[in-house]
Nanobody, 126 residues
Framework: QLQLVESGGGLVQPGGSLTLSCEAS????????IGWFRQAPGKEREGVSC????????NYADSVKGRFTISRDNAKNTVYLQMNSLKPEDTAVYYC???????????????????WGQGTQVTVSS
């Protein structure tokens, strides 16, 4: 059974850091594009970052560029989102998602992804 499990969320002060993990089971993450998305209360789901399959290309939303870094560890079948200089507006439930694709690039469009995790809460507050 194909499954994605996010972890690493929590409460952090503004300016702090968190690292989210997206562990895959039932499939080899190396062949999939993986995206990180977030959804704040009353807002639409937003594409934060993505990493392509074997090509390793990345893409970031302007709001997180320079602060967030996406990476993958194929040996652990896990994708990470390192979040630095966190702001209150980063508060949201963060989801990872996967799509099997040979494309070199990746997209941050939620509808392009087929498999989703259950989400992890990130709260940035003093």
């Amino acid at each position: 059974q194909l499954q994605l499990v996010e972890s690493g969320g929590g409460l952090v002060q503004p300016g702090g850091s968190l690292t989210l993990s997206c562990e895959a089971s039932g499939f080899t993450v190396h062949y999939y594009a993986i995206g990180w998305f977030r959804q704040a209360p009353g807002k639409e789901r937003e594409g934060v970052s993505c990493i392509s399959a074997s090509g390793g290309r990345t893409n970031y939303a302007d709001s997180v560029k320079g602060r967030f870094t996406i990476s993958r560890d194929n040996a652990k079948n896990t994708v990470y989102l390192q979040m630095n200089s966190l702001k209150p507006e980063d508060t949201a439930v963060y989801y990872c998602a996967a799509i099997l694709t040979p494309q070199i690039m990746c997209v941050r469009t939620p509808s392009a992804y087929r498999f989703w995790g259950q989400g992890t809460q990130v709260t940035v507050s003093s």
